[in-house]
């Protein structure tokens, strides 16, 4: 028996959802939703090339999916923040069917969402669905995987966890996402106007606190540029020496004033020895480095998709990337 | 509500799980098993030196502890085959007390005993137990966490894991069980009796490929002396050159003729640069070191207690670590 996927969201990410997903022997997909209405009608093997996907069309809401073909899985890759997710996932929920979704704050919902994420999961339990956000950063590197490098300590007195893009081996939207090119002062303007700095850091966090039964208190956050030192020229744009080439972005909290965890991402073009480190000061210490780091357009699919079997298997419920079996590629 | 745990088996490792959980708020010993009738009918503050624990007791088998207080999981510290672990368990499961075991065979019963892993699981689901194989390795570095790096992966061809460990730093025991001092022929005659190898390395395999969804075809396992080139001098034992002052044991499976999947394992005397290191030849590739390695003394035990609140949430069955929830410090 095939799990039968619908994806939600048929941009570059979802477009890159669906080709992983055709090459793997235990799914089927069964259409896809998007609201641009120029997509609307079309096969999938028209916005993707596939031509196995003939017979699947994209559909204008889930509603719409649901009269033809009852998914056992939504892909979901559209908004990044819970209050916006919300309202797209209910009739999904509500219908039965579970969610992998990469919205960055459906991570740990709880964090600034907090009555809408008790109300998801209640609908969750009653329908008999289960919704899991995930990816890469958040959902892997910097959280789920940290969690689970403690699961041979004694005891943790602080964790480090730090993660190094080379922007520059990066698309396009992920070098602009950065900010390359900004002066560095519209760059802070923009921090300050929540347009700018890496969505999900924070809840990456909240999520190793929980894990580790850690009651922290304000979370500190800054944003700072990372600042050309010379003139950069990538493949997609050029960056003027002393114009942004980057960011730098750090969460960290404290335990009765001590600070116990710090995520620190710096993702900027030329960057040097890119990697994904997490550091347990803990009984025994853990010193772990991808070295190399994760590729993140590669990986974040990847870690949706790799989900879904694993969803399947949970009980009902919103459920976080730490509550569901070991992550392994499906 | 403390979870109530009873330790089964007093040798060194259980000693040292009862000072651990006698550490964590969220649980409560209840007593000990073993049948050692010298340490039969004295408290646990007597065998492990923490007062608080004087009403505790060891008693000669489970049943007779079954009659004082009724624990929710027996941690279990004994053998290392399933075959020999089965009868203990047995009696436990049937009472509906969840077990977590160091017994390195119960990583993954259904390699060698297929057959009393499917009778185990049966009789777990029939009386609402649960059963875990767990460690730092067998259990964690080699096994678990390699599958935990493959999450990202959108395909993997292969995958190599290594460790490291520097005897030097380890106990006695350790140091003893890697041939220390054996003449070369002498230690390669034990791994032919099967009397010398690192018991688990074979399920470590099999549970990745498990995983991974790898049907491979027979383990093929290599163990060779590590020669002393020159005297060595420990805090315990003396080597002269020329003789055993390690081991160097290696499994490897293929996949349709294709080597797959290598576990190399060297604990060997002075060993330089020790490490765990995973090595995923996918997309995107990965490449992990925990520099230093894990700690196998200090880890094993945190390994088992970590494992008790997770295994607890989880549904009835014979429980593999990768069914279950990402570790975590607890």
Chains 1, 2 share one sequence.
Request: hydrophobic share 40%.
């Amino acid at each position: 028996m095939k799990i039968k996927i619908a994806q939600f969201g048929l941009g570059p990410i979802g477009i890159e959802t669906l080709k992983l997903i055709a090459t793997k022997p235990w799914a089927e997909i069964v259409g896809g939703v998007d609201i641009d209405p120029k997509k609307v009608g079309l096969s999938l093997a028209e916005l993707t090339g596939i031509a196995a996907l003939e017979s699947s069309r994209v559909y204008s809401s889930f509603e719409e999916l649901l009269q033809k073909n009852r998914p056992d899985v939504v892909l979901h890759t559209s908004v990044s923040r819970m209050n916006q997710v919300f309202p797209q996932l209910e009739p999904i929920v509500r219908a039965g069917v579970s969610v992998v979704s990469s919205c960055e704050e459906l991570l740990f919902p709880q964090l600034k969402e907090p009555a809408l994420a008790k109300q998801l999961d209640e609908l969750c339990r009653k329908h008999g669905a289960r919704v899991l956000g995930t990816g890469v950063n958040p959902g892997y590197v910097m959280d789920t995987l940290a969690v689970c490098l403690t699961g041979v300590c004694r005891n943790v007195e602080k964790i480090e966890i730090e993660r190094v893009v080379n922007a520059s081996l990066r698309r396009l939207p992920l070098q602009k996402k950065i900010g390359s090119g900004l002066d560095p002062d519209e760059f802070r303007k923009l921090f300050r106007e929540n347009k700018m700095g890496h969505v999900g850091l924070v809840e990456s966090l909240a999520l190793v606190a929980h894990c580790l039964n850690w009651k922290i208190g304000d979370i500190k956050e800054t944003c700072e540029p990372i600042i050309a030192p010379n003139d950069i020229q990538t493949e997609f744009l050029e960056v003027k020496k002393g114009l942004t080439c980057g960011i730098h972005h750090r969460a960290e909290a404290a335990v009765n004033g001590e600070t116990k965890l710090t995520l620190d991402l710096k993702m900027y073009l030329d960057a040097k020895d890119p990697r994904d480190a997490v550091k347990v000061y803990g009984d025994p210490p853990i010193n772990a480095v991808l070295h190399g780091g994760v590729h993140g357009d590669r990986a974040t699919v990847a870690a949706l998709v790799n989900a879904v079997p694993t969803v399947l298997k949970a009980n009902p419920g919103l459920l976080l990337m730490t509550d569901i079996a070991v992550p392994r590629v499906s």
